[in-house]
């Protein structure tokens, strides 16, 4: 009687486990999640050993750029506006990229060192990153130290560069979450 319970509940659990799997992952799917990670390298098969992978994720980066996840509007006079107001340069070097963030009290230096893949080391300029925002003006020293540490928990980590396309960079701060950067025109 035992046995035959727990083949009845082996046999239940297969039938119900093969109409939950999905369909494995297409080699259209799996080249098109490859050039998303490593646009330029992966061409028709698989990324090889000794490919540039920093190099792919940062090839035509340089230029101006806007965070499109905080403006929320996708309005070309928007974002026209933005990137005439305080756009985003981005730089880059072997093995580096850098963002300049311009703002009222002066720029923002991030600066990310490539790790390895898709995934890079964030340094950020904390002064003038607590200068932009106005830390200083604070009263309350204790306050102001907790917002710092809070700041400091978010920046300064490791960073997973994706570019879905030439001109969007998605950036997945381990500690910090997503940013997504749109080209300015």
Not at 37 to 44: I, K, S
């Amino acid at each position: 009687m035992f046995r035959r319970t727990m083949v009845l509940i082996a046999l239940g659990l297969a039938a119900s486990a093969g109409t939950a799997l999905a369909e494995p992952a297409s080699p259209d799917e799996v080249m098109a999640a490859l050039r998303t990670f490593y646009p330029g390298v992966a061409g028709a098969g698989p990324v090889t050993f000794n490919a540039d992978l920093a190099g792919a994720i940062a090839a035509g980066l340089d230029g101006d750029w806007y965070r499109a996840d905080i403006l929320g509007s996708v309005d070309p006079e928007k974002v026209a506006a933005l990137c005439g107001r305080l756009p985003i340069h981005i730089s880059t070097a072997p093995n580096e990229i850098t963002l300049i963030q311009e703002s009222k009290p002066g720029p923002v230096t991030f600066r990310y060192t490539y790790v390895g893949g898709s995934l890079f080391s964030e340094w950020v300029d904390m002064p003038a990153l607590f200068a932009r925002l106005a830390f200083d003006e604070l009263p309350d020293d204790e306050k102001r130290r907790q917002m710092e540490l809070n700041v400091l928990r978010s920046n300064s980590g490791f960073v997973v560069f994706v570019r879905p396309s030439a001109n969007m960079l998605w950036m997945y701060s381990l500690t910090g979450g997503a940013r997504l950067y749109g080209r300015c025109g």
